[in-house]
């Protein structure tokens, strides 16, 4: 009988096909650190992304399908998992030394732990800070968003170099259990990209383990890649897909308060909430029109 993998990594690509071939060949190279299986879910790449998989790594499997976001991409992979842990791991980072070893056994001797992320550091050599953050409440959402203060929501009040609990951690990197995600029923899938990592890390709170940031080992992480938003990388992505994550990110955050906060606080508050995410994707869509490049 087959033994079946301890760990499986999935990883949605999005026309990144030489950032996917660095981290398929990071994970190539600290395999032996875990018994693992990688899962590739394609969302319809025109770079050839999915031929290059086929031919030059074809010890990992290949999922193809068309470009419905993050979360259907990543969910496509559920029927074909096979490990106890899940990794969901973006093709824009490269693995280093220890981390696979070091956070599955951290997670698997921490029992009250449902997701944990490492530390993610960006190609300036500087922390990724959506590594770790705050869910985004009324009072966080609007320091962030119309006050430029992300102090709270970036958990920059500790120390990043510090194991801690935190509310949520980011899709790049997230390591957790196959059980849980069955339980949660994976992704929810009204988001098209961001705030899945936000609302699977409610769901998984929820139900009542913990969500940790683990800065003891660390992966490089290029960010942005698969949107069009990288500082670090040209993009091969079209102009209207980058148009349509820009404005779905915004569409994230009223579905995630109308979906998870909303019966937390009174009519005026929510009033008030919605009434600001919908003027700041008015203002999204303006910028937009008139004046991207």
């Known amino acids: 009988m087959k033994k079946s993998p301890k760990l499986s990594i999935i990883i949605l690509n999005y026309n990144t096909k030489e950032l996917l071939a660095n981290c398929l060949n990071s994970i190539k190279k600290f395999e032996s650190e875990i018994f693992l299986e990688v899962i590739v879910s394609d969302n319809a790449s025109s770079d050839g ?14 999922l193809e ?13 559920r029927l074909y998992t096979h490990g106890e842990m899940v990794l969901f791991l973006n093709p824009d980072t490269i693995l280093n030394k220890d981390v696979l ?16 992320s490492c530390k993610l550091t960006l190609p300036t050599g500087k922390i990724d800070k959506d590594a770790r953050r705050r869910f985004p409440t009324p009072w966080i959402a609007f320091s962030k968003l119309i006050l430029g203060n992300g102090y709270k929501y970036w958990y920059e009040d500790i120390d990043p170099n510090k ?23 994976w992704f929810s899938e009204e988001y098209f990209f961001n705030g899945e990592d936000l609302d699977i890390c409610w ?21 942005g890649a698969s949107t069009g938003k990288s500082k670090f990388w040209k993009p091969k992505i079209a102009p209207s897909h980058k148009v349509k994550v820009k404005m779905s990110a915004v569409d994230a955050m009223e579905i995630f308060y109308r979906k998870n ?20 994707k008015l203002f999204r869509w303006f910028k937009f029109k008139f004046f991207s490049k």
Do not use: C
């Not at 951290?106 to 449902?114: E, T, W």
């Not at 949520?168 to 069955?182: E, M, R, V």
């Open 101 to 116: 070893k070091r956070t599955s056994e951290y997670l698997n001797n921490h029992k009250d732990i449902g997701a944990l």
């Open 261 to 280: 906060l909303w019966g937390n606080y009174p009519f005026f508050i929510n009033w008030f909430v919605i009434l600001g995410i919908r003027i700041f």
């Open 65 to 77: 399908g068309q470009n419905e976001g993050f979360s259907k991409g990543n969910n496509r992979a």
């Open 49 to 62: 992304s999915a031929d290059m998989v086929k031919k030059d790594f074809p010890w990992a499997k290949l």
């Open 203 to 223: 769901k998984i709170r929820r139900e009542g383990w913990k969500i940790v940031y683990y800065p003891d080992v660390f992966i490089y992480h290029i960010k």
């Open 163 to 185: 194991i801690q609990e935190v509310d949520a951690i980011q899709g790049a990197f997230f390591l957790t259990w196959k059980s849980i995600l069955d339980k949660v029923n």
